[in-house]
């Protein structure tokens, strides 16, 4: 019994990150129709910046130091660094809307594939600067809680897979009002029908500017909460995380359906299920399956899924004109 | 523009050195065989006073006849004045943060030997590439540092990887090209494999040193030794593995898991599970330091408690230490290494190493990689230094040079001998340490103190397993 | 033929014809002859790529002649059916396997432990190593290609159920199973990481001892010419790839070529003109794939020793940006894109190289040098570090290559969607029409 509780929590916790990975890919889907494979460089960075500021106390380049953050060797309290993740996704957003506005913005109109590859350009260029970045040593995010955990009839529940359930709770939550919102309604629209939505008076190049900030915000907070122990990472930005973590998030966005911000979470939920309880309760028949078939386990359940529903779960199918 | 000032500057430094004749004589080990004349780093100029004591009877050169540098036999990477050596490593790709504290140490091991007059009146030059760990680029690089004209190399000082240096051993073997790799996998006592230069002990060994000093220390604490092995697939997961697997059997300790080869893919859940479950009291992995972050981690947060170790490279300071999981790192796991950690004993080796690169790189932060160049530099400079005393600096000459030389690391790492079958001359001692979190500190090297929270408990140390298998091939 | 108007084509075959013109057929020859000419080391021909390349330029480039030929197969699918797959390097996996089981070493009971290179001294192998066959490479270069293409049938009505974006990603999958699949067969694929060794590039009658063609040793050909490994290799693949561009530029031009861009262009509506369109991609998925197994045949024997990570989603990446970076859908523009993202690397590292060498040359070149690059000392900056070894800020010319890398593909994409080939037809036609190019 506490190893199913103990499962369960670690799948509803990797979920919750991989709906808040998903809610970025769909923000960003929806706005401007792209398929943003720039977010692993763009998380990495968001995390990257949270470092930063709370374990160098302030950008190299820059003259004044960050008086909030927490002297050598102490860790910030929870509210403190709540303050800095506030400040560190702010600037994944600058971060976002600087890149929408480079590459983003001047491929309006072109073919969904174009979009999606100068993505990839973006991933690759920005890559190197991020490794760079990490190169030597582990850098600390200053998780306040670090290891600590609850224990809840007999099982070990770590503290961090408590804070992303809250964490994917908070970001649900805002994402959904969000597009209930005058601005979602006028983002939904331009999703619809570009054209149409601007001749309604809607600014198209707004809209995109807010989907990519808030996107690239979120991409940063999935990444910052995936850096806490005990996952890989434990505690730092790494290069661990990096080159696999949007390859993770594909099969996620892919059976919640591209444009469906419910779908986002449901796919997180299912697909990390689906995968953490592989992991647990099928290890027995590792010999047959192959070491490490829980990391395609993710792959399996898009490809079922996608053989029966082609645009996922919660997706709006694709109306085919001649 | 400032290296070359710097270069014409050694230049001349060297030549004064030289002209003043021997000034450091550390007579070097020789104390196997009485034949084989090593390591005289100082005094191989061209001073000529030299008479070789005792002439090499196996390598059938006609001894004294060429005492003189320039009449040295040469083909490619030795001119009048330099000797080129290649250093194919890993500057950008998953071991990058390793491998260039590495080749930064060796290029400052050749910057000494420059000041002190190279070896045979020349200039050692490092030529380094980046493989970047991918294996066709790697591929590529050695065929540039194999070409029969400039850009030609001698010797490979360092190849990064057992990939790479799989993917070439065969070429290199074919073009007489002396490889010394970074891997510590035993896969290089055949025969055929004469120019890849195993170099301190393997990851078999280290793991059945590393299981006996577990076991021992598990059953001082009063519990039953009962092992779970965990590894990732490649020559290095299955080398490391392989040998715990051994001691295990040997010392008749229980496996409760054997998860070799399970660690692949980004998803561990299976190997932690199973791990969990399978009630172990100690754990040898042969994983990587993000592998290993991830699994001791998770069955540490699930209430596993265990006495941890691993080969070498499962654990990496630099990147672990800053995490979290520092204090649980310092609880339960025990590190594993092949030579002595920065500035961790008096030895003269490590004197030398730590006033050298204090000197000489000031502002680059402290490291335990550094004596890895520093070894791979002793070796390359005490077998060109030989190939030189027998006459002969062609490829061919080196990689014979390389058979007859015993290499002394003056306290930094078990001394090494290629002279000799396989089982007498493999090194069999590996050190063990306390993983000091408190401690761990990585100042520059100006600093003058700091400190990689590597805290020796065992120097040396060769288990009673260790000490006595009898290899017939490589472990796996 | 009409000289004096070039462009009035009086019959269906001149039009299609794969090199129209005279000056086109002409350029061809000249073309061909440059490269055997610089291959066999004609002096002041070799001097160009030797000092764009360096001195061992040949072995780069016919690593680019090996990815030309998996580009073409790419270009067949996305380029001319308009399917998305990442999923090439999975075929070339295939492909490459399918070769080494033709192909490798004979082995038995006794001997499996030189075909797959782990020992196995305690018995952790569940089964023994395969060996391959032993069989020349007249039956394993077509078998791979052959057995790829029959499992880009078997992935082909995946592209007629899931479209576009979400087609990708299916394919994205295939790589990673594939990846997988190399994990659970070591058998078969050797270990992990260092892989296992492929059959020599040997043309052979059958298993007899002494090849027929030999193009692994330095020597005489047919005793005639003194060639090193090297060069041998170079003109085996070069014409394979000569072989391989003709038939695509011939499929991509006849009945069925069409029928491929019709089906991109507009699915439903060639579907109503009487194409159909399951069997036409399922003909896309089968022909891309060949020619992806091919090559990794090819790239595989070629390297000599392969693992199952070197099939992984990076060279499926690379395949994308070479064409969108040469200009999809066209085959000199494939052409062109493989050969600037293969050798493009290569290029800055020996540029950075040549600038460094000019850093006391003082004078403009002196200048940039000393503005682009630096040692890493105190005072001395740039954003290339060619210090030895530069862990951090500045960065390295490999780091730099990758950002290069991802800057083309976003440049080009924004400002040239037809890539390189787009810049070659704007070139062309200003030419064509100057002095009065307006």
Sequence with gaps: MEIFIQTLAKAIALGSIYAIMGLSFVLIFKGTQVLNFAAGAI?????????????????????????????????????????????????????????????????????????????????????????????????????????????????????????????????????????????GVAMRAVAFDQEAAMAQGINVGRVFAIAWGLGAALAALGAIFFAMAPWPPAGTVSLEIHPIWIFRVLPVIILGGLDSVAGAVAGGLLIAIFEIFAGQYLSQWTNILGPGYSTIVPYIVMLVVLLVRPYGLFGTEEIRRV | MKLKQLLALLMALGLVAAACGGSDDDSSSGSDDGDTATAESSDDGDSGDDGDDGDDGDSGDDGDAMEEGAEIATDFGVTDTQIFV?????????????????????????????????????????????????????????????????????????????????????????????????????????????????????????????????????????????????????EYGLDGATGAQIAAEELGIEIVYNGIDQVAGDDRTAVISQLVDSGATMVWTTVTPGELADVFGQAVSQG?????????????????????????????????????????????????????????????????QYITGWIEGIMAETILTQAAENGDMTRAGVVAASQQVSIDFKGISPNQSYNGAYNDIVVRGSYIFDVDAEAFNLQPLSAGEGSSGMIPIEENYIGTVAASYQFDGPCI | MSFGRPLLR???????????????????????????????????????????LGNTWINPVTLTIIFAIAALGINILVGVTGQVSLGHAFFMGTGAYTAVMLGGNVGDEESWKACVPFHDNLGLLESQGQCGLGLPIWIWLPASGVVAAMIGVLVSPAAVKVRGLYLAIVTVGLVFIGLHLGRMLPEWAGDFESGRKWPKLDIRLWKEEAPLVELTEDGKWFGLIHLSEEQKQFFFLFAIMLVMLWFAKNLVRSRTGRA?????????????????????????????????????????????????????LLLSVDFIAILLIGGAGTIAGTMMGTVFVELLPDMVEKFTA????????????????????????????????????????????????????????VVFLIFEPLGLYGVWLKVRNYWKGWPFSY
């Excluded at chain 1, 927490?70 to 890149?99: C, F, Q, R, Y």
């Excluded at chain 2, 050749?110 to 030059?125: D, K, S």
């Excluded at chain 3, 197994?293 to 992984?312: E, H, K, M, T």
């Design chain 1, 43 to 183: 998380s990495m960075a968001g995390a990257l910046f949270m470092s930063i500021l709370i374990a160098d106390r302030g950008f190299p380049f820059l003259p004044f130091t960050n008086p909030l953050a927490p002297a050598d060797g102490e860790t910030a309290g929870v509210a403190l660094w709540i303050v800095h993740l506030m400040i560190a996704l702010i600037l994944a957003a600058i971060l976002g809307l600087i890149l929408e506005r480079v590459a983003i913005r001047p491929m309006v109109g072109q073919p969904l594939f174009s979009m999606a590859v100068i993505t990839l350009g973006l991933e690759i260029a920005i890559r190197p600067f991020n490794l760079d970045a990490t190169a030597i040593t582990g850098r600390s995010v200053g998780v306040p809680w670090g290891t600590e955990s609850w224990e809840l009839a007999g099982a070990i529940i770590p503290k961090s897979y408590v804070a992303a359930i809250i964490a994917a709770a908070i970001a649900f939550t805002g994402v959904y009002f969000f597009y209930r919102s005058r601005f």
């Design chain 2, 304 to 368: 596993f408690e265990a006495d941890w170790s691993g080969n070498g490279p499962s654990f990496s300071y630099p990147a672990l230490l800053p995490t979290d999981l520092a204090p649980l790192f310092d609880q339960y796991y025990w590190q594993s290494g092949y030579s002595v950690p920065w500035n961790g004993n008096d030895s003269e080796g490590m004197q030398e190493l730590v006033s050298e690169m204090t000197a000489r790189r000031p502002d680059a932060v402290l490291s335990d």
């Design chain 3, 260 to 312: 491929l861009q019709a089906i991109r262009d507009r699915d439903v509506a060639a579907e109503v003109m009487g194409v159909p369109e399951f069997k036409y991609k399922r003909l896309g998925f089968a022909i891309s794939s060949a020619y992806a197994g091919v090559a990794g045949a090819l790239l595989a024997s070629y390297n000599g020793r392969v693992s199952p990570i070197d099939f992984g």
């Design chain 2, 86 to 234: 290649g250093i194919n490593g890993d500057l950008s790709g998953p071991f990058a943060a390793l491998v260039s504290e590495i080749v930064e140490s060796q290029v400052v091991y050749w910057e000494m030997v420059n000041e002190r007059g190279g070896i045979a009146g020349r200039e050692v030059v490092p030529l380094v590439l980046d493989s970047g760990y991918a294996t066709d680029k790697g591929i590529e690089n050695f065929e540039e540092f194999a070409q029969e004209g400039d850009g030609g190399v001698v010797m490979i000082t360092e190849n990064t990887g057992s990939p790479i240096t799989a993917a070439i051993a065969e070429d290199a073997a074919d073009n007489d090209l002396l490889v010394i790799p970074l891997s510590w996998a035993s896969l290089w006592p055949a025969e055929e494999n004469v120019a890849i230069l195993e170099k301190q002990t393997t990851y078999c060994i280290e793991s059945m040193n590393g299981v006996e000093w577990l076991k021992n220390k598990v059953e001082a604490d009063g519990k039953e030794a009962k092992l779970a092995i965990i590894s990732r697939p490649g």
């Design chain 3, 354 to 409: 040549w600038l460094a060498s000019k850093l006391d040359a003082g004078g403009p070149v002196g200048l940039i040098a000393n503005f682009l690059l630096t040692e890493g000392g105190e005072g001395d900056f740039g954003p290339i570090s060619i210090a030895t070894v530069a862990p951090g800020w500045p960065m390295s010319t490999f780091q730099w290559n990758f950002v290069i890398y991802g800057t083309l593909i």
């Design chain 3, 10 to 52: 009086t019959s269906y075959e001149e039009d299609a014809a794969i090199l129209p013109t005279w000056f086109q057929k002409g350029s061809a020859i000249v073309a061909l002859l440059l490269i055997t000419l610089m291959a066999l080391g004609f002096g002041p021909l070799a001097a160009f790529p030797k000092f764009l």
